[in-house]
């Protein structure tokens, strides 16, 4: 059934039930007499659509699986999934739900998830039980979690709390927000708006899967685990400068770091790797902080880490930040640039071009150069040489090239640091 379909259905079952003036009273269990529901803000003929589901439930003693799975299921969060089964009157929504199996695809109440459980335990797939009836039986006694969010335990670190708080705030929240679209005030303005515009009613189903921040999504999780453990790592501490690099063996990254620490005390400076395995924790001197952004973000995409690369950096609230040989950096600045640089000053260090396998001069500088040389506060370059062609190679205008500068020996590398240290006149605020 297309949603277009469901849509149609949603709103003839609006327009029906309004049309007919059902009635519902306080629902309760399926005894032998005829079921009654409570009244729900979808209207009366979703209500008789769950009046109907009730009397097609079996009688209890015939199935203890079964028995154990009605107690627990919520029909009207199921209807809402499935519209095939929301149409077809005939269906019981419960054997619809344990036909299913592990493959069900439909959730039988809203902090429930057959997929996210299965993940979490993939041992209850091939279990005797339907994994939803394992869960209630044995499963959540045992502190299986079951919440539809994947990544609970890396909000858990992030909040310094245990994985069972989490889901136990989750589940309460997701309740709350779901008794309240159903029966509540929140769910009887959405109604007056479907009475006002029916295409609104398309958006009903939504209400079977609320997102929860702050985490609506694993990637989200991720993201916030990366940050925190890239920090952790840090000791939590802001710096005055920040080195993102590629190897802190770089021949630029070594000579920044010696005179730095002429300056300022090694704690205070900060280096950042984005490659994994760039080099061992030796590599960098005794005393200068560095985390492996790599490894504590080796569960997100490119793109993600682009962006938690960012919020880390702004984070440590530097004089300056600089980025030496990282692609992850560079590649960032393209969506990201602005942003920081409104309230961060960025320099970039490049060397020398090298030639290629094909005898063609490769290097970042000649990927990177032009596209980033205008949004930073300055670059720098291993020697007068390299400074020379990069001029003569872009056609710098002349306040544009005024940026670029060599530390190819002491005095011009003194000069640099202080500039990265100093309260320059292109600082932002």
């Given at each position: 059934?297309?949603?277009?379909?469901?849509?149609?259905?949603?709103?003839?079952?609006?327009?029906?039930?309004?049309?007919?003036?059902?009635?519902?009273?306080?629902?309760?269990?399926?005894?032998?007499?005829?079921?009654?529901?409570?009244?729900?803000?979808?209207?009366?003929?979703?209500?008789?659509?769950?009046?109907?589901?009730?009397?097609?439930?079996?009688?209890?003693?015939?199935?203890?699986?079964?028995?154990?799975?009605?107690?627990?299921?919520?029909?009207?969060?199921?209807?809402?999934?499935?519209?095939?089964?929301?149409?077809?009157?005939?269906?019981?929504?419960?054997?619809?739900?344990?036909?299913?199996?592990p493959a069900a695809r439909?959730?039988?109440?809203?902090?429930?998830?057959?997929?996210?459980?299965?993940?979490?335990?993939?041992?209850?797939?091939?279990?005797?039980?339907?994994?939803?009836?394992?869960?209630?039986?044995?499963?959540?006694?045992?502190?299986?979690?079951?919440?539809?969010?994947?990544?609970?335990?890396?909000?858990?670190k992030v909040l310094g709390?245990?994985?069972?708080?989490?889901?136990?705030?989750?589940?309460?929240?997701?309740?709350?927000?779901?008794?309240?679209?159903?029966?509540?005030?929140?769910?009887?303005?959405?109604?007056?708006?479907?009475?006002?515009?029916?295409?609104?009613?398309?958006?009903?189903?939504e209400i079977a899967r609320?997102?929860?921040?702050?985490?609506?999504?694993?990637?989200?999780?991720?993201?916030?685990?990366?940050?925190?453990?890239?920090?952790?790592?840090?000791?939590?501490?802001?710096?005055?400068?920040?080195?993102?690099?590629?190897?802190?063996?770089?021949?630029?990254?070594?000579?920044?770091?010696?005179?730095?620490?002429?300056?300022?005390?090694?704690?205070?400076?900060?280096?950042?790797?984005?490659?994994?395995?760039?080099?061992?924790?030796?590599?960098?001197?005794?005393?200068?902080?560095?985390?492996?952004?790599?490894?504590?973000?080796?569960?997100?995409?490119?793109?993600?880490?682009?962006?938690?690369?960012?919020?880390?950096?702004?984070?440590?609230?530097?004089?300056?930040?600089?980025?030496?040989?990282?692609?992850?950096?560079?590649?960032?600045?393209?969506?990201?640039?602005?942003?920081?640089?409104?309230?961060?000053?960025?320099?970039?260090?490049?060397?020398?071009?090298?030639?290629?396998?094909?005898?063609?001069?490769?290097?970042?500088?000649?990927?990177?150069?032009?596209?980033?040389?205008?949004?930073?506060?300055?670059?720098?370059?291993?020697?007068?040489?390299?400074?020379?062609?990069?001029?003569?190679?872009?056609?710098?205008?002349?306040?544009?090239?005024?940026?670029?500068?060599?530390?190819?020996?002491?005095?011009?590398?003194?000069?640099?640091?202080?500039?990265?240290?100093?309260?320059?006149?292109?600082?932002?605020?």
């Amino acid at each position: 059934m297309t949603e277009a379909a469901s849509g149609r259905l949603r709103r003839h079952l609006w327009r029906r039930s309004e049309r007919d003036g059902a009635e519902a009273v306080a629902r309760t269990s399926p005894n032998g007499s005829s079921p009654s529901v409570v009244p729900s803000n979808l209207g009366p003929g979703f209500d008789e659509r769950i009046r109907e589901a009730l009397r097609q439930q079996q009688p209890p003693g015939q199935d203890a699986e079964y028995d154990l799975v009605r107690d627990h299921f919520d029909i009207a969060h199921y209807l809402l999934q499935a519209p095939g089964v929301l149409e077809n009157r005939s269906v019981d929504p419960v054997r619809h739900f344990l036909r299913q199996g592990p493959a069900a695809r439909f959730t039988p109440e809203a902090n429930f998830s057959t997929e996210s459980y299965l993940k979490r335990h993939p041992e209850r797939r091939d279990g005797d039980l339907h994994p939803y009836a394992a869960w209630l039986a044995e499963g959540k006694q045992s502190g299986e979690v079951a919440e539809p969010v994947m990544g609970t335990e890396k909000l858990a670190k992030v909040l310094g709390t245990s994985n069972e708080a989490v889901v136990e705030a989750l589940a309460e929240r997701r309740s709350d927000v779901h008794r309240r679209l159903h029966h509540g005030k929140l769910g009887e303005m959405f109604a007056k708006a479907v009475e006002v515009e029916p295409l609104i009613g398309d958006l009903w189903p939504e209400i079977a899967r609320p997102r929860m921040m702050p985490i609506p999504w694993l990637v989200v999780a991720d993201q916030l685990e990366a940050l925190y453990s890239s920090q952790e790592a840090l000791g939590f501490a802001r710096a005055r400068i920040v080195l993102v690099v590629e190897s802190p063996g770089h021949v630029l990254v070594a000579r920044l770091l010696d005179a730095l620490q002429a300056e300022i005390e090694p704690r205070d400076i900060v280096v950042v790797t984005t490659t994994t395995g760039s080099a061992p924790a030796a590599a960098t001197p005794p005393g200068v902080r560095r985390v492996d952004f790599a490894d504590t973000a080796c569960d997100l995409g490119p793109l993600m880490a682009q962006q938690v690369l960012v919020e880390l950096l702004r984070s440590l609230d530097a004089a300056a930040i600089v980025g030496v040989g990282s692609r992850l950096f560079l590649d960032a600045l393209t969506p990201y640039g602005l942003a920081l640089r409104a309230s961060e000053r960025i320099f970039l260090g490049f060397t020398g071009l090298r030639r290629g396998p094909l005898g063609q001069q490769v290097g970042l500088s000649a990927r990177y150069v032009y596209r980033h040389v205008e949004l930073v506060d300055g670059v720098i370059v291993d020697t007068a040489a390299t400074a020379e062609r990069l001029l003569d190679d872009y056609q710098l205008p002349d306040d544009v090239a005024a940026k670029v500068r060599s530390i190819d020996d002491d005095q011009e590398l003194k000069e640099m640091v202080e500039r990265l240290l100093g309260e320059a006149s292109d600082a932002r605020p």
